[in-house]
């Protein structure tokens, strides 16, 4: 596997020779690119003599290669064939370039130009670490799923003391390996995921609804698509762009949502039921706006409950994974919900914590199986993703095992 090194201008450019020989030992094919500034600290020879390739230092070739048509094009060639891009040190100021998508050298503009997923170590003085800017940057790199390998504490090569000093080569190199490993991990899964809110009229202008905004539902997608796979996302109403590359499914009721579930059900090799599915629906819905006239009563019947639907319906090799919501006793009406339904597995919310959940960018969630309890702390949804990708994959494991015998 290729895995590209980008070396950008900090005094912690020396030790991306470290990390150089740390992917070598890996087995893994290193091609190294320089930024001008980064060559004020560190010859491209020591890469190139390091990596036996040509380390390159900018979208402009100087050499006989300019004669080279294909190298018009190099930063393209080298950002498609790339398994993973990895830049240590990031700078303050290539953080930001990133963050704002200039490109106006090879590494800005391979960085968008990769598919591969991106692994960024930043290195920098401990204010500019913390400035307002930089960290602003970094949320929105990694909101857009890039890795961030966070810097150690300690004392800075400009003296002062405090965050910013590239984090150990081990740190980064176990990122690396973590995302070249769940790349295509996915491929030949069809992953159909319901997301959102489901809403029910009430009348033309007014519905029954709730608090899901859709971002762990569509979270998911994004992972599942960025990891090899087909996706099908049926989503109710939300404020979110899909990720490209999803087939979506846009839904309004819970009933719509039921018959686009079960239309697709027989395709998908794994099921997600991250969506808020109404639980009612009024009895009546009225045709014209109901007007205001003293107290109201409206007559609820209940939904189907689709997750039910869908584990009678399974067939072999289908994994079925649900979410609970829960405000109290999270844990046990969680187990409860996993055994009445009879999912795979059930992603456990506690929605009663401030600050995540709900419309939040970040949340804390409790993987539960029959047998086990995996706890993942607060993080961003997009990580959140993952780990929860990886524990559902982990549910084939001991089915394959006993194919293969
Ligand atoms: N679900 C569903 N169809 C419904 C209700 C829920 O498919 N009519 C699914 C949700 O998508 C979720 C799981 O069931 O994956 C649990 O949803 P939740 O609202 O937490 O549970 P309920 O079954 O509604 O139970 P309760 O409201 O009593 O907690």
């Not at 900018?58 to 498609?80: K, Q, R, V, Y």
């Not at 692994?119 to 961030?148: C, F, K, S, Y």
């Amino acid at each position: 596997m290729k895995v590209t090194v980008g070396v950008s201008g900090g005094i912690a450019a020396y030790k991306a020779v470290e990390l150089v020989r740390a992917f070598q030992r890996q087995a893994l094919d290193v091609h190294v690119v320089m930024t001008e500034a980064a060559q004020r600290f560190i010859q491209p020879l020591t890469f190139a003599s390091l990596t036996g390739h040509r380390v390159i230092t900018s979208l402009w070739n100087d050499g006989p290669e300019e004669e080279n048509p294909a190298s018009a094009i190099e930063h393209i060639d080298t950002a498609i064939s790339t398994d993973a891009l990895v830049v240590a040190p990031a700078t303050a100021n290539l953080v930001a370039k990133f963050a704002q998508g200039l490109a106006d050298d090879f590494l800005t503009t391979m960085y968008l130009a990769t598919p591969a997923p991106v692994v960024l170590a930043p290195a920098m003085n401990v204010n500019m670490w913390n400035h307002p800017a930089t960290q602003a940057n970094l949320r929105l790199l990694e909101d857009r799923g890039v890795r961030i390998v966070p810097p150690e504490s300690g004392q800075l090569a400009c003296g002062m003391v405090g965050s910013g000093r590239l984090a150990e080569t081990d740190a980064i190199l176990r990122a690396v390996l973590d995302v070249l490993h769940r790349r295509n991990d996915l491929a030949g899964e069809t992953v159909l995921i319901t997301a959102g809110g489901t809403r029910e009229s009430i009348d033309p202008v007014r519905f029954l609804g709730n608090r899901s905004s859709g971002k762990m539902g569509y979270a998911l997608a994004e992972a599942a698509l960025r990891r090899g796979a087909k996706v099908v996302l049926v989503s109710a109403p939300t404020a979110l762009r899909p990720p490209l590359g999803c087939e979506v499914v846009p839904v309004t009721t819970t009933e719509e949502m039921r018959t686009a579930v079960l239309g697709r059900l027989p395709e998908a090799t794994i099921i997600v039921k991250a969506a808020a599915v109404a639980d009612y629906r009024p009895v009546v819905q009225a045709e014209q706006k109901l007007k205001r006239s003293g107290p109201l009563t409206i007559e609820l019947q209940p939904t189907e409950d689709i997750l039910a639907e869908v584990v009678q319906r399974r067939r072999e090799g289908q994994l079925v994974i649900g979410f609970a919501a829960e405000t109290e006793n999270a844990l046990v009406h969680g187990r409860d919900k996993l055994l009445r339904k009879g999912a795979d597995a059930i992603v456990l919310n506690d929605v009663s914590r401030e600050g995540i959940g709900f419309d939040s960018d970040r949340n804390a969630v409790t993987f539960l199986t029959r047998q086990t309890a995996i706890e993942f702390p607060e993080m961003t949804k997009r990580e959140l993703a993952d780990r929860i990708l990886e524990e559902v994959m982990s549910l084939r494991r001991p089915q394959k095992v006993v194919a293969e015998q």
